[in-house]
């Protein structure tokens, strides 16, 4: 009874510290127009490969976590950067990198979210060893950090930039097989690619607020 009642005290202020990270990761992309939303699609994204890719209760929960929460060091980058429409400069690029250490920094002072925690730090790493911010490869990132990966580069391929239009589905589906097992973990390509054969139109679809919600597994 009072295990019970830890737990669901527990629960309870886990949700209530989400809620107010919530509200930071609001504020990242309301300097954006370009980006609002994102996190939250990201979310949908990554839970749906989690699910597809029949990852546990425990996993599925602590990526479709991560992912709300994966761009807020973001807020610590200045708009001059952030904003920019413009190739970044070398210099520019390397203070973007920081924002994984950053928003570990930001959410490190609570244990709600420790498991997390890695996940937001690696989501930005490559499959072949060649991402940020250690140059992690293969299975030495977290599983949930390469699932966060492919969702956060499919938001990005599906959304119109300041820079360039929204990708179409031909186009998000070679770039998927050109960067499988480089920059996206092969098994986790091959799931996104047969998600995509299957509702890929659907979700495009869904980005322009034609049909309901289709990022179920």
């Avoid at 060091?73 to 924002?99: M, N, W, Y």
Wanted: net charge negative; aromatic share 6%.
């Amino acid at each position: 009874m009072l295990n019970d009642s830890l737990h669901m005290l527990g629960e309870q202020l886990r949700r209530s510290y989400l809620e107010s990270t919530r509200a930071l990761v609001a504020a990242v992309e309301a300097r954006d127009p370009y980006t609002h939303d994102h996190s939250q699609r990201v979310s949908q994204y990554a839970k749906t490969i989690a699910i597809r890719m029949n990852l546990n209760d425990r996993e599925i929960n602590r990526i479709e976590t991560a992912a709300i929460l994966h761009d807020i060091g973001k807020i610590g980058i200045p708009d001059s950067i952030l904003l920019k429409t413009e190739q970044l400069l070398p210099e520019e690029f390397a203070v973007v990198r920081c924002h994984p250490t950053i928003g570990v920094k930001i959410l490190s002072h609570t244990t709600y979210l420790r498991r997390e925690l890695p996940v937001i730090l690696h989501h930005h790493e490559r499959y072949d060893g060649r991402g940020y911010p250690e140059g992690l490869a293969g299975e030495d990132i977290p599983i949930g950090a390469r699932v966060l990966a492919a969702a956060d580069a499919l938001d990005a391929m599906l959304s119109r930039r300041a820079y360039r239009d929204a990708l179409s589905m031909v186009q998000v589906r070679q770039e998927f097989k050109k960067q499988h097992g480089l920059q996206f973990d092969p098994v986790v390509t091959d799931v996104v690619l047969e998600w995509l054969d299957e509702s890929g139109e659907a979700l495009v679809a869904k980005l322009n607020n034609k049909i309901p919600d289709v990022t179920s597994a």
